[in-house]
């Protein structure tokens, strides 16, 4: 038994890791060069060290701080990068990321205050940064390193890609999203998970004759998981990555669709009021049947057993093909300008991003975030994975397609007024004027 | 004599005005100037240059629901806190100056609510709110009644009124306390023997004796309830639900920190200011006039 | 005043009194003793005591929430705070009642003029100006703004006390050979200790409450104040409301305590500031 949910994970993961942007996956999942990999990865790792060294100190900031699990992570392989090369100094600033640290970041690029290295977004939010043009390419680095970022498989090097197409960051892990069933609530009342928007709606009406919260969501606060399954399954692919001037018919059936799953129940009764962690624990508690959510709200769900993540069931008139899932890699590290051209300090950024993106870190990245991520080099599975974790990767081996939400290719603020007019649209405001006034804030920007 | 060498104020007002103009009047020049261009960012980036837009922003407001919403409902909350925090606060003034023991108890007592964050206001209230498990619902729950939203879009507003104007009704209430202590009890004793009424007293000695309290304490109501921001954000973030409970304050956080429109909230900074000034103004233009009419 | 004995119109005045005072004592009441009792039994019988009394919520908001770490970080905050705004209040507040000059005017109408200012209409300058000097994520982010932004409200209520101190005293003293500093430091500020205590404590409870403009200035969660993480535990343990009552008495009883013992001065303090109306 263990055995095979070995294999599975193996192949799975390899697979996952080949879907770039929005591509239907290849089935073409070959787990023998494994082995190899991961060899070649220890190798370049315990390279012998020049002798005599010059102190330097380099200036590092990331997003995995605070409650973040990968802080851990990130913080040990610092500590151990610094015994290693005891003449680098690493002086961290981490945080965890949210608007006032995005800004108080781009403030430091304007002010010529910027860090040595910098973990940070890859897709549009990272763009305002990108223009100022502090990023050096990995192109630059390996005409100079060519072993820089060698375990990093070249699709996520791809995927990390900023949106101008220049590879500058370097990946560790990325993330899925998919819909959290409490399985033992729907065997109680003898409804089958949910596959298709009719199974969806009979089970929504179900739970709610029961008093049970259908579906856990907070529409004031965290609606976006929503909005980017209600685009996407509308939308299809190729629809929903396209980044229009005006609003698409099936953008705006999509946000639409909140409206229908509204109308029939499926929210809490305070869903414009109550926070997104309240409702997270009306699900965690069994109080509510079902969550979309982040590959990141796995780790923090008590019945690991009879709890299970499955692919998002569809609407009517969907056009995205079932199992289509939202996800990415969509950060990663980058080396500045300024590190660059300092001759003491180029040797050591390069060092250091080496250090945090090696096989052996993205494992151990990878492991912390419950090993059903998405990790960047090819990782060795873990064992013991409970009911919840293979789902997941169930869920995500059977990915038809794989896509970066919306945000990755809006401008922020754009993107921000869409979230902020969804309860208005789920209690019948205009979809197609929210999308449009939107879309004309990207527009501006380009 | 002692105030004639001029040098040393140098030394007493330098300080502060360092502090006025670079914390408050620079940035509000400098807001003033952000609300005429597209902010690409909270700093003006090289590669993503800021657009001058004249005056859109301005033309916005016209036509934004949710500023309607917010600017009307702070009029309401302003109309509210004049008539219950300052009123009611009044009342309760006047009752305690009439009483000796306990006085003590209940000055500080009501003072309690001011004392504690509106954060920690905005949590409780959030405990007596909820849907599920609320100290309300679990009231209604033991009576075998049907629980209630209460934070529907009908109650919301309602219910975010309720917690602010009661935490700041001991804060008038000290104010107007500390007047009424300081008017002479030989005019109540003379008008007791003059036999007119303890209600009658309120009205023709307290109220025309209080009036620059008063008159005081309408106007800090009146540009606070401009400002009022916390304990609404706590209780329902984004003028939750629908944006219906919307206050100035409230909208112009979502907007600049929700939704990254750093121009546009500058216009909104616009807009409470010169609200505020306006209102002041005429805050005192009403008293004024009042004042000639009882005078003749 | 009229002695009647216990009449209906006094029963009437205890009655209205004693029903607001359990308002405002009620809430806190509920919370210290919800703050004992496990989180299931907050949602099912909030209003008896507990059934089983315990610490854990308390323990847990020690270990969990950095609550001791949050205090030191709020009255270091609130302290610096008080003191920098008595202290330049104090000074301005002796300048502009003490001297004439050329632009008293003004300077007191900018005074009037930014009690105004919300604090939402200079923040985003003001974060700007610290994320240049890279004080962003200390404490001197929130301390600077503070200070501003108390200074209009300290300097007016002060400038209404320290008229009605008789000049008299003070040209005394200089006669006898003392100089402005010494008149200010040895006559002014003892002669207005009551006065400055108002203003000493309304400037510690509103830094201390404070949210806005901790929320964004500090966003490094290791270095929040106390109205920052009580915040952060509202929304993220949004359901364990045993640790929520329990943050909130902690919080809260402090405040309580110095309200309490400094209550006296607060009352005299206003008389002075209130009256100038």
Known sequence: MKKKALSILLATVLTFTMLTGCGKTEETADDQTTTE???????????????????????????????????????????????????????????????????????????????????????????????????????????????????????????????????????????WEGLFCNKDLFDQYNLALPTDFASLKTAIETFNENGIVPIAVSLNNVPHYWVEFSLLYAAGPEGYEAVPETAPADWVRGLEFVKTLRDLGAFPVDTDTVDNEYVGSLFKSKQAAMQLDGSWFLGGIEDQENTVVIAFPGMDDQKAEAGSIVGGISSGFYITRK????????????????????????????EKGGAVGKAAVEVTPVEGMTNLALSALAYTNGATALCAPTDSRIDPEAYKTIIAGIVKVSTGGSAEDLLNEALAINNDRK | MLYKKKWPLLIFVVPGLVFLFVFLYLPFVENIKNSFFDMTGVVEMPGSPWKFIQFDNYKKLFSDETIAIAIGN????????????????????????????????????????????????????????????????????????????WLSPELAFLMICIPTLWSYVGFYFVILLTGLTNISDDIYEAADIDGCSKFKQVFYLTIPMMRPVIVTCVTLAVTGALKVFDLPWVIAANGAPQGLTHFLGTYMYQVTFGMNNYDYGSTIAIVIVVMGVVVSRLVHIIFRDEKKEVGR | M???????????????????????????????????????????????????????????????????????????????????????????????????FRGKKIIESMLVASLMFPVFSTIIPVFRLMSITDLL?????????????????????????????????????????????????????????????????????????????????????????????????????????????????????????????????????????????
């Open chain 3, 137 to 277: 994520n200390s404490n001197w982010a929130v301390i600077l703004p503070q200070i501003a932004g108390n200074l209009s409200f300290a300097t007016i209520v002060l400038i209404g006390f320290l008229k009605s101190i008789p000049i008299e005293m003070e040209e005394a003293a200089y006669m006898e050979g003392a100089n402005v500093f010494q008149v200010f430091l040895k006559i002014i500020i003892p002669l207005s200790k009551a006065s400055i205590s108002t203003v000493a404590i309304f400037s510690f409870l509103w830094s201390y409450n404070d949210l806005f403009v901790q929320k964004i200035m500090i966003k490094d969660n290791t270095k929040y104040p106390i109205a920052s993480l009580l915040e952060e535990i509202s929304s993220k343990y949004g359901t364990d409301y045993g640790l929520m009552a329990s943050s909130v008495t902690l919080i809260v009883v402090p405040v309580l305590f110095v309200y309490i013992f400094l209550q006296k001065n607060i009352m005299k303090g206003l008389t002075a500031g209130a009256i100038k109306g």
């Open chain 1, 339 to 366: 590190a660059w051209e300092d001759p003491d300090k180029r040797d050591a950024a390069v060092k250091f991003v080496m250090a945090q993106t090696s096989q052996e870190a993205v494992q151990k990245y990878w």
């Open chain 2, 74 to 149: 702070s009029f309401r909350m302003m109309g509210l806190t004049v008539v219950f925090e300052v009123g009611f606060a009044f009342i309760l003034a006047v009752l305690v100056n009439n009483i000796r023991k306990g006085q003590q108890i209940f000055r500080t007592v009501f003072f309690f609510p001011i004392v504690i964050s509106a954060t920690a206001i905005g949590l409780l209230f959030k405990l007596f709110y909820n849907y599920n498990g609320g100290m309300l619902n679990q009231i209604l729950k033991s009576l075998s009644l049907d629980p209630v939203n």
């Open chain 1, 37 to 175: 990999a991961t060899d070649e990865a220890e190798v370049t790792e315990t390279e012998p060290e020049a002798e005599a060294q010059k102190d330097v100190t380099i200036k590092t900031v990331s997003m995995f701080g605070g409650t973040d699990p990968n802080a851990e992570v990130y913080q040990q392989i610092i500590a151990d990068f610094q015994t290693t090369y005891d003449y680098i100094t690493v002086e961290d600033n981490s945080q965890s990321s949210d608007e006032e640290w995005k800004a108080s970041v781009a403030a430091d690029f304007s002010v010529g205050n910027e860090p040595d290295v910098l973990q940070f977004f890859t897709d549009a939010t990272a763009n305002q940064i990108v223009a100022t043009d502090k990023f050096v390419s990995i192109e630059e680095i390996h005409a100079e390193y060519p072993e820089y970022a060698q375990d990093t498989m070249g699709t996520a090097l791809e995927a990390a890609k900023n949106t101008d197409g220049v590879q500058r960051a370097v990946p560790t892990t990325g993330y």
């Open chain 3, 2 to 100: 009229i002695k009647s004995k216990i009449s209906i119109g006094k029963i009437v005045i205890y009655l209205i009194l004693i029903l607001w005072a359990i308002t405002t004592i009620f809430p806190f009441i509920w919370v210290i003793v919800n703050s004992f009792k496990p989180s299931a039994e907050v949602l099912t019988s909030s209003f008896s005591l507990p059934k089983e009394f315990t610490w854990d919520n308390y323990t847990n908001a020690f270990s969990k929430l950095k609550i001791a770490n949050a205090y030191k970080n709020s009255l270091l905050i609130s302290g610096t705070v008080t003191v920098g705004v008595i202290s330049v209040s104090t000074m301005m507040a002796f300048a502009l009642t003490r001297y004439e």
